[in-house]
């Protein structure tokens, strides 16, 4: 099997160190607005929501739609939920992604790989959807994903 | 003795099943708000065939409901007929066969678990019950008036009660009557069935008898097959488009996060699962993939591929309606992930966890499903229509015309009103094959009612209520015709959804 040296670990740490260092940059070079920044439409509709609660629960009204925190949890949601949207995989690599996915995580030797994972997610969480560049500090574990589930399907 | 220590052993999954039959009847009839003209065409066709053993067309006792020509398959009308006698024509009685549609799948869930010993954890069974019945995908569905929760319910018992070939296999032939999507998987369903548990140990026997009552149930539907009827609803996807439609049912952004494109069917800031639940279900994803020699998860893996289909086919991308069928296989995944987690933890920790999520979910779930959806969906679920029928109903003697350009409302006024069947299909007769000639005017009169779109020409010579919403009566219409108001109808936060104005043929007509 030709590509037998990316099962080999250097090969992984190499991916994970670029996953870290993309992230970085993505970090860096992002100028977005802060998590708990809403536009004006944002703004008219949790002003609407507000509304909509009977006046009873006024209180609670006003944790689930206007508390920082809870500001803070649905962006973060909505960002985290965003990296996960395989609609911006072509279809066909689909099942790959899954399968080498596993198949990664089946092997508990290769974890250091998912720092670069984590790293990665966690730094698109922060930053969000809406930014130019796209996600491209996830490629790397994309690509190893993809390799490991073409890999995994050839060998049976 | 022995009823009394049956209760005894099966106390927490009765208490769980009770609290679901209370979260599903609560506020039943006003939320979802008002009444969607699938719902209201079930219900009035039900009414309709109580007192004329006619549907509103006045066919007598059709297999497939014409329903403005989807041609759905009725055995839920039939089922409906019996709540509409007992409680109604009303919302509620419409809505509640639902409700003991997904009883029925949690408690069979229940037995399904405890019998595979699939889960390690003591009361992993109830758990994953407490999770499915609270699950929004499951309560949005319990709380429906229409085919798709009884269908998938049928399908889901069918494909639970796999081990009893004859129960499995009538379950699985008389969905392809309750649903359209059911049509498509009952067969798949059937197959992978056989070819796992079956096809090695018993080929073909021991499910000839099973086959024969499926195939005799299916005699309706062979003779139907070659009607227009039985195709109406295929409009496949292009291929170009098809494994995108497929994989959006395996997005976790669409199942823990978004929602339906379509108003009607999602529910304000909720997707189909919490998005808790992504957790457990990579982590059971996971661990059916590591078991996938197993027969059981084998099962499992050939349910998820195959349940999408019909909804990938369909020319629509990411239907929540038509992929409900995935919802069974995917709690039964995130059952296992949890459990595979929750063995990593303490017992303590575990408590501490499940009702933490347990509370962060209902919170969620009152927030979208009780406050947010009522409101917010009140337009797409048509929320005016009830009071524009009681205002139809306490001014008899005014010709109403109705707008139908960007809807079906003859059907919710029927609905609300309670017209006479019998009269209906007098002043309505439908002239032609009811399984056949599949046009439809959509202009209907009865009483009071006229039904098309407006007609300023000829409307403007006559005395009567121009009936619709803001674009078929807009504010230079109005002006320009000097429309008199008559009524509006306002949704929750103030808008106007119906509007109603008395033309005056001594002003305008020339």
């Given at each position: 099997?030709?590509?037998?040296?990316?099962?080999?670990?250097?090969?992984?740490?190499?991916?994970?160190?670029?996953?870290?260092?993309?992230?970085?940059?993505?970090?860096?070079?992002?100028?977005?607005?802060?998590?708990?920044?809403?536009?004006?439409?944002?703004?008219?509709?949790?002003?609407?929501?507000?509304?909509?609660?009977?006046?009873?629960?006024?209180?609670?009204?006003?944790?689930?739609?206007?508390?920082?925190?809870?500001?803070?949890?649905?962006?973060?949601?909505?960002?985290?939920?965003?990296?996960?949207?395989?609609?911006?995989?072509?279809?066909?690599?689909?099942?790959?992604?899954?399968?080498?996915?596993?198949?990664?995580?089946?092997?508990?030797?290769?974890?250091?790989?998912?720092?670069?994972?984590?790293?990665?997610?966690?730094?698109?969480?922060?930053?969000?959807?809406?930014?130019?560049?796209?996600?491209?500090?996830?490629?790397?574990?994309?690509?190893?994903?993809?390799?490991?589930?073409?890999?995994?399907?050839?060998?049976? | 003795?022995?009823?009394?220590?049956?209760?005894?052993?099966?106390?927490?999954?009765?208490?769980?099943?009770?609290?679901?039959?209370?979260?599903?009847?609560?506020?039943?009839?006003?939320?979802?708000?008002?009444?969607?003209?699938?719902?209201?065409?079930?219900?009035?066709?039900?009414?309709?065939?109580?007192?004329?053993?006619?549907d509103?067309y006045?066919q007598?006792?059709p297999?497939y409901f014409k329903f403005f020509n989807s041609y759905t398959?009725?055995?839920?009308?039939?089922?409906?007929?019996?709540?509409?006698?007992?409680?109604?024509?009303?919302?509620?009685?419409?809505?509640?066969?639902?409700?003991?549609?997904?009883?029925?799948?949690?408690?069979?869930?229940?037995?399904?678990?405890?019998?595979?010993?699939?889960?390690?954890?003591?009361?992993?069974?109830?758990?994953?019950?407490?999770?499915?019945?609270?699950?929004?995908?499951?309560?949005?569905?319990?709380?429906?008036?229409?085919?798709?929760?009884?269908?998938?319910?049928?399908?889901?018992?069918?494909?639970?009660?796999?081990?009893?070939?004859?129960?499995?296999?009538?379950?699985?032939?008389?969905?392809?009557?309750?649903?359209?999507?059911?049509?498509?998987?009952?067969?798949?369903?059937?197959?992978?069935?056989?070819?796992?548990?079956?096809?090695?140990?018993?080929?073909?026997?021991?499910?000839?008898?099973?086959?024969?009552?499926?195939?005799?149930?299916?005699?309706?539907?062979?003779?139907?097959?070659?009607?227009?009827a039985?195709?109406?609803?295929?409009?496949?996807?292009?291929?170009?488009?098809?494994?995108?439609?497929?994989?959006?049912?395996?997005?976790?952004?669409?199942?823990?996060?978004?929602?339906?494109?379509?108003?009607?069917?999602?529910?304000?800031?909720?997707?189909?699962?919490?998005?808790?639940?992504?957790?457990?279900?990579?982590?059971?994803?996971?661990?059916?993939?590591?078991?996938?020699?197993?027969?059981?998860?084998?099962?499992?893996?050939?349910?998820?591929?195959?349940?999408?289909?019909?909804?990938?086919?369909?020319?629509?991308?990411?239907?929540?309606?038509?992929?409900?069928?995935?919802?069974?296989?995917?709690?039964?995944?995130?059952?296992?992930?949890?459990?595979?987690?929750?063995?990593?933890?303490?017992?303590?920790?575990?408590?501490?966890?499940?009702?933490?999520?347990?509370?962060?979910?209902?919170?969620?779930?009152?927030?979208?499903?009780?406050?947010?959806?009522?409101?917010?969906?009140?337009?797409?679920?048509?929320?005016?229509?009830?009071?524009?029928?009681?205002?139809?109903?306490?001014?008899?003697?005014?010709?109403?015309?109705?707008?139908?350009?960007?809807?079906?409302?003859?059907?919710?006024?029927?609905?609300?009103?309670?017209?006479?069947?019998?009269?209906?299909?007098?002043?309505?007769?439908f002239?032609?094959?009811y399984y056949?000639?599949?046009?439809l005017?959509?202009?209907?009169?009865?009483?009071?009612?006229?039904?098309?779109?407006?007609?300023?020409?000829?409307?403007?010579?006559?005395?009567?209520?121009?009936?619709?919403?803001?674009?078929?009566?807009?504010?230079?219409?109005?002006?320009?015709?000097?429309?008199?108001?008559?009524?509006?109808?306002?949704?929750?936060?103030?808008?106007?959804?119906?509007?109603?104005?008395?033309?005056?043929?001594?002003?305008?007509?020339?």
């Amino acid at each position: 099997m030709q590509f037998k040296f990316l099962e080999k670990k250097p090969i992984l740490i190499l991916f994970s160190l670029l996953a870290i260092f993309l992230s970085v940059v993505q970090l860096v070079s992002y100028k977005g607005p802060s998590l708990l920044f809403q536009n004006e439409i944002e703004r008219i509709e949790q002003v609407q929501r507000m509304h909509d609660y009977p006046p009873q629960y006024y209180h609670v009204a006003n944790i689930i739609e206007n508390r920082p925190e809870s500001r803070l949890y649905f962006k973060l949601e909505s960002n985290f939920f965003n990296i996960f949207n395989l609609k911006l995989l072509p279809p066909i690599t689909i099942p790959f992604v899954f399968i080498g996915f596993f198949t990664l995580v089946k092997r508990n030797s290769y974890y250091y790989l998912f720092t670069g994972l984590f790293i990665s997610v966690l730094v698109l969480t922060y930053i969000g959807p809406n930014q130019p560049s796209g996600f491209y500090c996830l490629y790397p574990f994309l690509i190893i994903s993809i390799i490991y589930g073409i890999l995994s399907i050839l060998k049976k | 003795m022995a009823f009394y220590r049956y209760l005894k052993n099966n106390l927490l999954i009765i208490l769980v099943l009770i609290s679901g039959f209370l979260l599903y009847i609560y506020h039943l009839s006003s939320v979802p708000s008002g009444i969607y003209v699938d719902e209201a065409v079930v219900g009035y066709d039900a009414y309709s065939l109580l007192n004329t053993v006619r549907d509103h067309y006045g066919q007598v006792l059709p297999i497939y409901f014409k329903f403005f020509n989807s041609y759905t398959p009725g055995l839920f009308v039939y089922v409906e007929v019996l709540f509409v006698k007992i409680f109604g024509l009303n919302a509620f009685a419409i809505r509640l066969p639902s409700v003991f549609s997904m009883l029925s799948v949690g408690t069979a869930l229940y037995w399904f678990l405890k019998r595979e010993q699939i889960l390690s954890i003591k009361y992993m069974g109830i758990i994953s019950v407490v999770f499915f019945l609270m699950s929004p995908w499951t309560l949005f569905n319990a709380r429906l008036g229409y085919e798709t929760t009884f269908a998938f319910a049928l399908l889901s018992l069918g494909i639970l009660f796999y081990k009893k070939p004859i129960l499995s296999l009538t379950l699985l032939s008389l969905s392809t009557y309750a649903g359209f999507t059911e049509r498509y998987l009952a067969p798949l369903i059937i197959l992978i069935i056989y070819s796992i548990f079956y096809f090695k140990k018993h080929p073909l026997k021991k499910l000839s008898k099973a086959i024969i009552i499926a195939l005799i149930i299916q005699i309706p539907n062979i003779i139907f097959i070659f009607t227009p009827a039985f195709w109406v609803k295929n409009s496949f996807t292009p291929p170009s488009q098809f494994l995108e439609h497929y994989f959006s049912y395996f997005s976790p952004f669409n199942l823990f996060y978004s929602q339906d494109y379509d108003l009607q069917r999602s529910v304000p800031q909720i997707a189909v699962f919490y998005s808790w639940m992504f957790i457990p279900w990579l982590a059971g994803l996971y661990t059916i993939y590591t078991n996938k020699k197993k027969p059981f998860f084998q099962y499992l893996i050939l349910l998820m591929i195959v349940m999408p289909l019909p909804a990938a086919l369909s020319n629509v991308s990411y239907s929540t309606q038509r992929a409900l069928p995935l919802l069974l296989p995917y709690s039964i995944v995130i059952a296992v992930g949890t459990d595979k987690i929750l063995l990593h933890l303490r017992t303590s920790v575990r408590i501490m966890l499940l009702g933490s999520l347990a509370i962060f979910s209902a919170v969620l779930l009152w927030r979208s499903y009780f406050i947010l959806f009522p409101v917010e969906r009140a337009t797409a679920w048509n929320s005016g229509y009830q009071q524009l029928t009681k205002v139809i109903l306490e001014n008899p003697s005014k010709q109403f015309v109705i707008d139908n350009t960007r809807g079906i409302p003859d059907i919710l006024i029927l609905f609300w009103s309670q017209y006479s069947p019998m009269l209906y299909q007098k002043e309505n007769p439908f002239i032609g094959n009811y399984y056949s000639d599949t046009n439809l005017s959509g202009q209907v009169r009865f009483g009071n009612v006229e039904v098309r779109p407006i007609n300023w020409k000829q409307d403007l010579c006559k005395n009567e209520v121009l009936v619709g919403d803001a674009l078929a009566l807009s504010p230079d219409q109005i002006q320009e015709h000097n429309l008199k108001s008559f009524f509006d109808v306002k949704d929750n936060r103030g808008q106007i959804v119906l509007q109603g104005y008395e033309t005056d043929k001594t002003v305008k007509c020339h």
